[in-house]
């Protein structure tokens, strides 16, 4: 997996307005946009894919769909799960469309369980699946953190491969990092130039899927040992952007100015409302104004005009 690198935007998943099911025609769009703007692969069903709000023959559907539009692009599929059975399944059809690897997240509903427990669960995906498997390590969702020792137990595996991080302090990025048979994802866009700089092979962060050009930019650089610029600047500010208007929500409705799906999500999300997605426009354009004036060559496209 030495191969696994670069920068892999966490595919939200759009839904139609009037039932909410899955608007695969916005989907294919925005990973044929992707590919197009030269990210290395995509993540299917991440948190900012809904994952949680789909049921399992929906996330089949998408896995065989972003596969068979995939491309050029690498895929790595989220096939996490609070069961065996579903995860082992979800990588077997991730595995048999072609994914590179399985992202998997401690059972979360079982928070409380003992470590013990959580290495044996790792223990017997990692026996079980087909695909190589990254951790995926998001503490603030997930309520599990494996430690140091759960680390250590795991990481000798041969099918454990690498780490998405999706904390907000450099330090766990290192942990993982320390360990060099690991392929680490930053999964923060605020952290992408230093981590990436520190050892971690690229990134999955929500901005990738709006500014896809900028945090490969980023990436880049720091890979080559660049020194730092503003353009991780630049990512941090288009992030806080994200966040004041609603994360995940609010990358659904600037993909929405480029033409691409309709800024729907599943309850127990809330879609951004009229005037809210103006604010976000004005802020987002403002963003992306400042990238362009750098003049890099490598800044992002902007939102369409309408």
């Not at 962060?205 to 709006?210: D, F």
Request: net charge neutral; charged share 20%; proline share 6%.
């Amino acid at each position: 997996m030495a191969d696994l690198r670069g920068v892999y935007p966490p595919l939200p998943t759009p839904f139609h307005a009037q039932n909410l099911e899955v608007d695969f025609d916005a989907l294919e769009a925005h990973v044929a946009w992707l590919r197009a703007e030269g990210v290395d692969g995509v993540l299917s069903l991440g948190t900012t894919g809904e994952f949680a709000s789909l049921s399992f023959s929906e996330r089949r559907d998408v896995i065989r769909f972003v596969l068979s539009k995939r491309g050029s692009l690498e895929v790595i599929v989220n096939c996490s799960a609070t069961n065996l059975p579903e995860v082992l399944e979800l990588a077997r059809a991730a595995a048999d469309g072609g994914a590179r690897a399985a992202l998997v997240m401690p059972p979360f509903y079982f928070r409380a369980a003992p470590r013990a427990g959580f290495i044996d669960f790792y223990r017997r995906v990692l026996d079980r699946s087909p695909l190589p498997v990254l951790l995926y390590h998001f503490v603030a969702m997930s309520g599990v953190d494996l430690g140091r020792e759960g680390l250590a137990e795991l990481v000798q595996h041969s099918n454990f491969v690498g780490v998405k991080d999706s904390g907000t302090k450099i330090d766990s990025i290192l942990e993982f990092t320390a360990h060099s048979q690991l392929r680490v994802f930053v999964g923060n866009d605020h952290l992408v130039e230093d981590g990436v700089a520190r050892g971690a092979a690229g990134a999955i962060t929500v901005c990738s899927n709006v500014v896809p050009g900028l945090v490969r930019h980023v990436v880049g650089s720091a890979a080559m040992g660049g020194e730092p610029d503003d353009l991780q600047k630049a990512l941090s500010r288009a992030r806080l952007v994200v966040e004041k208007h609603g994360g995940l929500r609010a990358v659904k409705a600037i993909l929405e100015l480029r033409g691409i799906g309709n800024g729907v999500v599943r309850p127990p999300l809330v879609p951004l409302g009229t005037s809210e997605k103006k604010s976000l426009r004005v802020d987002y354009e403002s963003v992306v104004n400042s990238i362009a004036s750098m003049k890099t060559g490598h800044g992002p496209s902007g939102p369409e005009r309408h």
